[in-house]
């Protein structure tokens, strides 16, 4: 079974920054695309950042250029850096990964618990 473990949020003022880490942990072998989304109150689920094992990464307009994802291939980790944060980058932040082959086979889509981020004004 995988598991995929959020830790790093918290409260911060508007202007600060935060990071974000996520290990997946079970029997893993590789992942190909591992990342973070974010729902807010009221919200649909929306992408912030991806990352493939190769490192090609895909940000939400939203946090260009103010966000930094990273990840450890051989760690099963991906970090999220976020800098010059507003109110609205308020959310629940859940980890992601997805095509994780394990020793009984690929799996897809998995999801971490999540961790609240609260960025005050």
């Known amino acids: 079974q995988v598991q995929l473990v959020e830790s790093g949020g918290g409260l911060v003022q508007a202007g600060e920054s935060l990071r974000l880490s996520c290990i997946a942990s079970?029997?893993?072998?590789?992942?190909?695309?591992m990342g973070w989304y974010r729902q807010a109150p009221g919200k649909q689920r929306e992408l912030v950042a991806t990352?493939?094992?190769?490192?090609?990464?895909n940000y939400a307009d939203t946090v260009k250029g103010r966000f930094t994802i990273s990840r450890d291939n051989a760690k099963n980790t991906v970090s999220l850096q976020m800098s010059s944060l507003k109110p609205e980058d308020t959310a629940v932040y859940y980890c992601?990964?997805?095509?994780?082959?394990?020793?009984?086979?690929?799996?897809?889509?998995?999801w971490g618990q999540g961790t609240q981020v609260t960025v005050s004004s």
């Open positions: 990352i493939t094992s190769g490192g090609s990464t």
């Open positions: 992601t990964a997805d095509q994780i082959r394990t020793a009984w086979g690929t799996r897809f889509n998995d």
């Open positions: 079970g029997n893993i072998l590789s992942i190909n695309t």
